[in-house]
Each structure stands twice: as structure tokens, then as C-alpha cells.
């Protein structure tokens, strides 16, 4: 039998930040095995103490720049990843994914891209 898929997801701190904020709102779940992964996920994979550490450093721009910057990896199911996948995409769709650098990161780390336009003959 084959082994399931994992997958590496490397992120960093404030994108590791806005994964929790998006698998912990409210409507985006279609089942109860979303909640189940969201739940694995932020249990199992992301740290804990996001938004304490961040509001810790509190205005201290170097040092937050610093904490941004460190890096959260971790290894998700198949199931896992398309959970994150879903709500990356439903919450962008709605606009509610912030179209910064981190949000960039973010949809890169789960394999968002932009497809290119093929040029005008």
C-alpha cells in the first residue's frame, strides 16, 4: 500500500499568523471534516502563541521585522492541504486576504499563482 502524500509547507511567522486567523473565522467551513483539519491544523502544525508574540514585541519595528521574518515549516496530509487551500481561496475571493507580500507568500506556499496571458499575435 501506498504511503499518503505530505507535503512540506514552509512559511514564516505573520503568514503562519494569517493561516490561523483565516482556519479560525467563521464562515468558510462547508463540512464537519473542515473543522476537524482546521482544528488538526492549528492544534498539530502552527504555533500556538502567534498573536501573543507579535503583540509582546508590540511597536518595536526591528524586532518585528525579525519575528515576521522567522521561519514555521511543517509537513500537512493531502486533506490537510486542501482544507488550507479552500480557505486561502474563499477568503481571497471575498477580499479578505491581504494583497501584501505576506499574502503573496501565503498562496505561494500552498501553490497559488498567476497564470500568464499568452501574447497577442
Known amino acids: 500500500m501506498a504511503e499518503p502524500t505530505k507535503h512540506e509547507i514552509k512559511l ?13 473565522s467563521m464562515d468558510w467551513t462547508r463540512t464537519t471534516a473542515d473543522v476537524v483539519l ?8 502552527l504555533p500556538a502563541n502567534l498573536d501573543k508574540e507579535a503583540r509582546k514585541i508590540g511597536t518595536d519595528e526591528e524586532k518585528l521585522e ?4 522567522k521561519p514555521v ?3 500537512l496530509s493531502e486533506k490537510q492541504r486542501e482544507v488550507c487551500k479552500f480557505v486561502i481561496e474563499n477568503f481571497a475571493k471575498k477580499g479578505k486576504l491581504p494583497p501584501n507580500k ?20
Do not use: H, R
Request: glycine content about 8%.
Open 12 to 24: 514564516n511567522n505573520i503568514t503562519a499568523k494569517y493561516l490561523s486567523d483565516l482556519l479560525q
Open 38 to 45: 482546521a482544528g488538526q491544523i492549528l492544534v498539530d502544525k
Open 66 to 69: 525579525e519575528w515576521m521574518a
Open 73 to 75: 515549516n511543517f509537513t
Open 102 to 121: 505576506y499574502g503573496g507568500m501565503l498562496c505561494s506556499a500552498f501553490g497559488f499563482s498567476v497564470e500568464e496571458e499568452a501574447p497577442a499575435a
